[in-house]
């Protein structure tokens, strides 16, 4: 199982990204999540949905951020919209199978900077 997560880049504050992740290999899917650690702090998980489409956010990014999946691209998406110089961070997406196992991708970097 391999997950490559892309989209991030460098961004002025207020602006967008989205971030997506692919899960190739064999796998039933069950959550997929973004998490993010930034330099000197701990890491978060910033958002997540389940196989229902169940959503949830971390407070400081609900109402800003976005998460959905496409289940036959096997792909997460992450919409940031209105981004903070807080927001930088590398992010991760994070897949937790029915049976119990996670897989982690690679991480993309997320700058926030004018």
């Known amino acids: 199982v391999q997950l490559q997560a892309s989209g991030g880049g460098l961004v002025q504050p207020g602006g967008s990204l989205r971030l997506s992740c692919t899960v190739s290999?064999?796998?039933?899917?069950?959550?997929m999540n973004w998490y993010r650690q930034a330099p000197g702090k701990q890491g978060e998980l910033v958002a997540a949905?389940?196989?229902?489409?169940?959503?949830n956010y971390a407070d400081s990014v609900k109402g800003r951020f976005a998460i959905s999946r496409d289940s036959a691209k096997n792909t997460a998406y992450l919409q940031m919209n209105s981004l903070k110089p807080e927001d930088t961070a590398v992010y991760y997406c994070?897949?937790?199978?029915?049976?119990?196992?996670?897989?982690w991708g690679q991480g993309t970097q997320v700058t926030v900077s004018s």
């Open positions: 949905i389940t196989s229902g489409r169940t959503t």
């Open positions: 290999g064999s796998i039933s899917i069950g959550a």
């Open positions: 994070n897949v937790v199978e029915w049976g119990g196992r996670s897989f």
